[in-house]
């Protein structure tokens, strides 16, 4: 699968079809950014779990897992909305779902190499 493998979580039996839709929503989370950093919050780390669950008509039921670089960030009270915002509106998924939870806490080991990169944190 891509480099989100770790985070996905899904029934053996939907796999083909969990890769697929994992894409689109990897892809639309990229959209998303903290308004105070330049990088999307999937490649900041923020996204901590991605489930996709079968339902009836083909259709999958998902729950992002997710947190903030701190629970001070003065999004806190958006961010969660943003993200469904993001993906609610995929033809593939039945309902949406995102906690945001502070446990465990956000650190810059959670980054992509490339967001190090974009924020000089090497």
Not at 94 to 100: A, G, I, Y
């Amino acid at each position: 699968m891509n480099e989100a493998a770790h985070i996905i979580e899904a029934p053996d039996a939907a796999q083909e079809s969990i890769a697929a839709i994992a894409e689109k929503v990897l892809t639309r989370l990229r959209t998303v950014h903290d308004p105070e950093i330049p990088v999307n919050i999937y490649d900041l780390g923020l996204i901590y779990k991605i489930d996709l669950q079968p339902v009836e008509g083909g259709k999958f039921d998902l729950h992002i897992t997710m947190t903030l670089t701190t629970p001070n960030c003065p999004v806190a009270g958006s961010m969660p909305g943003m993200v469904e915002q993001s993906v609610v509106n995929l033809d593939e998924l039945n309902d949406v779902k995102v906690d945001l939870v502070f446990d465990p806490p956000w650190d810059k080991s959670r980054m992509s190499d490339e967001a190090k990169l974009q924020l000089n944190m090497f």
